[in-house]
């Protein structure tokens, strides 16, 4: 029966998964040290902002039809799963700016007047690409965006945009330049954003934990893609859009992760943030008993994930 209420739903709908979710986030952040270093707590704590962030996303743009919690969760686990992304570090960063320049980018929707939000949307767009390059060209994307799908772009709007994310790189090189630190800048440009030679022998040396990662969050965000992609009808517009976006950008970073492996920890990081509203709408709008096996084998892949990222390394 396509309308039961399958242990999927039951969990979806659950005021219980997100504490459930947050408590074994905790742990999985202590275990494998068996202790909280203070990096670490400053990852949890970037990782728990996240989590609101993607609360306040899902409530605002009312992303899934129903009262669920089920975005938070899918971020929480996937990323309590990912060894790189608990300790303070440039995954852990990346993630949230992201989180927040989507937040603050969906405000726009139809708004004329939108120039604050798409400056700060902007902002944290171009704070993010000091420590994840991809995220600088997504700019470009942006503006995209914002005459496509958000139809909200203006004249003042679109320089707000440039001056957004251009301001955190004239703040950094100021700094440098007081700190006598010029060098530094230079060299750190030039290796940032580089663009490193395609091979395949790049992906193969990826450590095994890391291809398992990458397969399963790769296989959740296409099977979530291709069924929003056939039940869109079903969400209004405003929604449509939204998660328009999110897949455009899932099916990019898909890309880019095959194209710069070098960049896998930033990438992955970016990815989750952007396929689990995907995912979490996957999940909890389906009744079907194959989506029910499905999410089973999700929980016996995430826990291979987390044994393989968080026991083995």
Not at 6 to 35: D, G, H, M, Y
Not at 55 to 80: D, H, P
Not at 283 to 292: C, Q
Request: net charge positive; with cysteine; glycine share 4%.
């Amino acid at each position: 029966m396509i309308g039961k209420n399958r242990f999927q739903n039951k969990v979806a709908e659950s005021l219980a998964t997100l504490p459930v979710c947050a408590v074994l986030a905790t742990i999985l952040w202590w275990w494998p040290q068996q202790s909280f270093a203070t990096s670490n707590i400053i990852g949890w704590v970037l990782c728990a902002l996240t989590t609101y962030i993607c609360l306040e996303t899902n409530g605002v743009q009312q992303i899934i039809r129903i009262r669920t919690r089920m975005m938070a969760c899918v971020w929480l686990v996937l990323a309590s799963c990912l060894a790189f992304m608990h300790p303070l570090d440039t995954p852990a960063i990346s993630a949230v700016c992201m989180a927040l320049s989507y937040y603050l980018l969906f405000r726009c929707y139809q708004l004329y007047d939108s120039v604050a939000w798409i400056f700060h949307s902007f902002l944290f767009l171009g704070i993010g690409s000091l420590f994840s390059a991809i995220m600088l060209p997504m700019g470009l994307l942006y503006y995209i965006y914002l005459i496509g799908f958000l139809r909200s772009l203006t004249w003042r709007g679109f320089w707000a945009g440039i001056v957004g994310l251009v301001l955190p790189y004239l703040g950094w090189a100021a700094w440098c330049f007081l700190m006598d630190k010029t060098d530094s800048m230079l060299d750190f440009i030039t290796s940032h954003f580089v663009w490193h030679p395609i091979s395949w022998k790049a992906i193969a040396s990826l450590p095994f934990s890391w291809m398992v990662s990458m397969g399963v969050v790769i296989l959740l965000s296409l099977v979530s893609v291709f069924h929003y992609l056939q039940t869109k009808y079903n969400d209004k517009i405003r929604v449509r859009m939204v998660l328009y976006i999110y897949t455009i950008q899932t099916i990019l970073l898909i890309i880019y992760l095959f194209l710069q492996p070098q960049e896998f920890q930033n990438t992955m990081a970016l990815l989750v943030v952007s396929a689990c509203p995907l995912i979490a709408h996957f999940f909890s709008l389906t009744r079907s008993w194959l989506s029910n096996a499905f999410f089973f084998l999700t929980l016996l892949l995430c826990g291979a994930m987390a044994y393989l990222n968080l026991w083995t390394t």
